[in-house]
Structures are given as C-alpha cells and as structure tokens.
C-alpha cells in the first residue's frame, strides 16, 4: 500500500488537528506536509448535542453544537470537502475552510471557480435527516453554502431539495434558495436499506443498490463502475445506508475501507436519531449494519428513566447490552440532551458501561474483546490508522480548554484527565 504525502495548505481539515495529528509519534510530517498510508480515516466531529444548541459554564468538555461531522481519506481528493449534515457544528469547518481562502488572498464570494478550485473544488454533504438541528441552525449560515463558485453536492433521503428550499426561504431566513440554488445539486436515496454510496477517487460518487454492490465484491477483483471507468474497491470509500428510527425518514450511515480483496479492513458507523431497541441486537440488518465497527456513534439522549417513547433518541442503558452483544470496538454516545451537563454526560456514559459489564458478564465468554464507550464532543478527532501501520489502537483527540485551540488526547474519560500530548490506544 502506498503512501501518500500531502500539503498540510491542501488539508482542509482545522489547523489545530493538523497540528495535533503532527504530535503523533508514528506519523510521518514536516512543518509543511503528512504523510498517510492510504488506508488510514480520520472522522472529526464538530457538533454533539442534539435538538438544539446551549451553551454555558456546565457544557465545556462536551461542547454545545448540534450535529456535524466530517470523513477525511488520503485516498480521496484533498480538494473536496466531506461533510456529514448540517446543524451549527457545521460552522466550524467553514471557518476553517474561509479562513484558509483568505489567508491565500482568495474571496470565495468574487474569485472565479478557477482561483477557488486550487484549494477546495465542492463539499459533498451526506444528511441524516432535516430536522432544525441537523440542517436549519448550521448550513444556512455557513459562508461555504451561499457562495456561487464552490459546488455543493446534497445527498440524503426524503427530497433534499426540497428541504434545502424550506430551510432557505424568506421570512423564515433572509435569503431564497433561489438566489444560490445554481450551485448545488441534489442526489436523493429512496431506498436506504438497499443503497450504497461509493466515493471514488477522482472526487465523484455512485448511489447504486446493494445487490450490484455485493454483485461487484464477488468478482475475483473487485471494481466498481461509473462513468465508463473502472476504480479498484481498495481505492474507494463505501457508505452503506440503513433506515434509522425515527419520527422522520433518518438515515444511519457506515464508512468502510476494503482490501484487494474485498474484504472491510475499517468501518465507522454513524447512528444519530435512533431510537435503539431492545430487540435491535437480533435484528439481522441492523447486526449487518453495526457489527464489526471500529466505532460506533449512538444517540444516547436518554436513560431509561426520563426516556420518551417516539421521540427517536436512544437509551444509553441498551447502548451498553448492545454495544456487548454485538462485535464493536469503540462506541461514542452522543446527541446529548442540550441541557445536559458534563458531569451527568458523564454518569451517562457510567450507566452504559455498568449495562455493558452486566451482559458481558452474562455472555460468559472472557475471550470475546472488550467495548471502549465514551461520550462524543465537539471538535472530536477519531484517528483509524492504516492496518499497514500495524497500530493496535485508535487516537481519540478533543480540545483541551486550558490551552485553547489544542486538541489533546486522554483515555477517552473525563476532561479534567486531558494529559498534553497524543498517545494511541494500547
């Protein structure tokens, strides 16, 4: 497997987790570029609350954004922005993004597409669903999503169009999608049980179903076709879809990297907005969906004590059987109440950890490896090193509020054990 030495300029990715990931004793760098196995994926999330923002004294180490994250790959163009939904995280990649136009003097609301393109040519956004804090409280009030000469590419379920024209529309919102509309287009999946979405790496992408999709796989090398080319699977990133539950059509997605042979060698699963069942760990499509993750992100909004029934939003209690009964490494519990704060995030996360050594035990199998659960923050940096690198762990990194915009790492606890430097799980 190659390796690939990119820019740090070309990244667009904040440059405090540029700097951070620097830190990284395996990681290859200089003051001007990193150096990546292909196979390495970085998930950054920048907003972990849910149903709406709320800030204050008590939400510090968690953060107070609602959900958005970003996918990094090497094998991907480094030009092209990878987002997932659109609530107020949201804003914090486009201040990194605009900040970095203008630090190469270049305006992206009055340089041609050419000038822009040297640094970012589109942002492709995958959504979840719409709801106010997954799309309105963010990507209408990111500079990225009102300039004419960046493309944006809108990919979900439910007519996203149609969404974007509501969450854009006077009096609601100063400014018609009409006025912008030239930039974006708009790829609707009907069917999210049956859809895989396949990032190529040229920068385009495929919906297909998963039948074609596992149809690919069984050939002696996989490819996948699109546009009268052929991509090798080890050079794409795959997203399978899988319908959450939830009040309105949601989408779970789930990031892989294969081999030559067409066999996962990395899987993040993202699992906002669903309301998780007890039943959920028998269930052959979801067990399909979330079974061998690296991590898993839950909506954990609830314990079973002040659980409201149809709302969509999981209790941390089932997160914990689950994540004991099921293959998973790592599980972030996020989508937290907006009213919550740290320390009850953190007796969240002690209730889903105390259900998970409750059914562990009951399994009876001390050889089965053990689940890692913690709470997700805002500006949260997951680090899936390339099995090349022969790495047993993974980096979790968040921002360490004593030295500002530092990204630090601790054992995924709480905030007050953030030691200074990066280390990788052992």
């Given at each position: 497997?190659?390796?690939?030495?990119?820019?740090?300029?070309?990244?667009?990715?904040?440059?405090?987790?540029?700097?951070?990931?620097?830190?990284?004793?395996?990681?290859?760098?200089?003051?001007?570029?990193?150096?990546?196995?292909?196979?390495d994926f970085i998930l950054i999330l920048y907003g972990a609350r849910g149903?709406?923002?709320?800030?204050?004294?008590?939400?510090?180490?968690?953060?107070?954004?609602?959900?958005?994250?970003?996918?990094?790959?090497?094998?991907?163009?480094?030009?092209?922005?990878?987002?997932?939904?659109?609530?107020?995280?949201?804003?914090?990649?486009?201040?990194?993004?605009?900040?970095?136009?203008?630090?190469?003097?270049?305006?992206?609301?009055?340089?041609?597409?050419?000038?822009?393109?040297?640094?970012?040519?589109?942002?492709?956004?995958?959504?979840?669903?719409?709801?106010?804090?997954?799309?309105?409280?963010?990507?209408?009030?990111?500079?990225?999503?009102?300039?004419?000469?960046?493309?944006?590419?809108?990919?979900?379920?439910?007519?996203?169009?149609?969404?974007?024209?509501?969450?854009?529309?006077?009096?609601?919102?100063?400014?018609?999608?009409?006025?912008?509309?030239?930039?974006?287009?708009?790829?609707?999946?009907?069917?999210?049980?049956?859809?895989?979405?396949?990032?190529?790496?040229?920068?385009?992408?495929?919906?297909?179903?998963?039948?074609?999709?596992?149809?690919?796989?069984?050939?002696?090398?996989?490819?996948?076709?699109?546009?009268?080319?052929?991509?090798?699977?080890?050079?794409?990133?795959?997203?399978?879809?899988?319908?959450?539950?939830?009040?309105?059509?949601?989408?779970?997605?789930?990031?892989?990297?294969?081999?030559?042979?067409?066999?996962?060698?990395?899987?993040?699963?993202?699992?906002?907005?669903?309301?998780?069942?007890?039943?959920?760990?028998?269930?052959?499509?979801?067990?399909?969906?979330?079974?061998?993750?690296?991590?898993?992100?839950?909506?954990?909004?609830?314990?079973?004590?002040?659980?409201?029934?149809?709302?969509?939003?999981?209790?941390?209690?089932?997160?914990?059987?689950?994540?004991?009964?099921?293959?998973?490494?790592?599980?972030?519990?996020?989508?937290?109440?907006?009213?919550?704060?740290?320390?009850?995030?953190?007796?969240?996360?002690?209730?889903?950890?105390?259900?998970?050594?409750?059914?562990?035990?009951?399994?009876?199998?001390?050889?089965?490896?053990?689940?890692?659960?913690?709470?997700?923050?805002?500006?949260?940096?997951?680090?899936?090193?390339?099995?090349?690198?022969?790495?047993?762990?993974?980096?979790?990194?968040?921002?360490?509020?004593?030295?500002?915009?530092?990204?630090?790492?601790?054992?995924?606890?709480?905030?007050?054990?953030?030691?200074?430097?990066?280390?990788?799980?052992?």
């Open positions: 497997m190659n390796l690939i030495k990119i820019p740090t300029q070309k990244i667009l990715i904040p440059n405090y987790i540029i700097d951070c990931i620097k830190k990284i004793d395996w990681m290859e760098s200089d003051e001007e570029s990193l150096t990546f196995y292909e196979d149903s709406t923002a709320y800030s204050g004294p008590d939400h510090f180490r968690y953060g107070s954004n609602t959900t958005s994250y970003q996918i990094w790959s090497p094998k991907l163009p480094p030009e092209i922005l990878y987002l997932g939904d659109g609530g107020s995280g949201i804003l914090e990649i486009d201040k990194a993004v605009i900040s970095k136009l203008f630090a190469n003097k270049v305006n992206p609301f009055t340089a041609s597409q050419t000038e822009i393109s040297k640094y970012i040519k589109s942002v492709i956004n995958t959504y979840t669903h719409y709801h106010y804090d997954h799309l309105h409280m963010g990507s209408p009030l990111a500079a990225l999503f009102h300039t004419n000469n960046i493309p944006k590419q809108i990919i979900g379920g439910d007519n996203p169009k149609s969404q974007f024209q509501k969450a854009f529309k006077r009096p609601a919102f100063p400014r018609d999608f009409g006025e912008i509309q030239a930039a974006y287009s708009f790829y609707e999946i009907t069917d999210p049980r049956a859809s895989v979405l396949i990032f190529t790496p040229n920068g385009e992408f495929r919906i297909m179903s998963i039948s074609d999709f596992k149809s690919y796989l069984n050939s002696e090398n996989p490819q996948i076709k699109h546009n009268k080319a052929f991509y090798n699977i080890e050079d794409c990133i795959v997203v399978k879809c899988y319908p959450a539950d939830h009040p309105d059509p949601c989408i779970s997605y789930r990031y892989e990297n294969y081999n030559s042979k067409g066999e996962v060698t990395m899987a993040i699963t993202i699992m906002t907005d669903h309301e998780i069942r007890e039943t959920d760990d028998r269930n052959s499509y979801f067990i399909e969906h979330i079974n061998n993750s690296d991590v898993v992100y839950f909506d954990g909004q609830y314990t079973n004590q002040n659980f409201i029934p149809g709302f969509g939003h999981g209790r941390v209690e089932i997160i914990g059987k689950t994540a004991a009964n099921l293959d998973i490494k790592n599980v972030l519990i996020g989508h937290h109440d907006p009213k919550r704060k740290d320390d009850e995030i953190d007796e969240m996360v002690n209730i889903s950890r105390e259900n998970y050594d409750k059914a562990y035990q009951e399994l009876n199998n001390p050889d089965k490896p053990k689940t890692r659960i913690a709470a997700a923050a805002d500006r949260m940096m997951i680090f899936i090193p390339s099995r090349q690198r022969k790495r047993k762990g993974i980096v979790f990194g968040r921002m360490n509020l004593e030295k500002g915009n530092e990204i630090t790492k601790d054992d995924i606890g709480p905030q007050s054990s953030v030691i200074s430097l990066y280390k990788s799980f052992a």
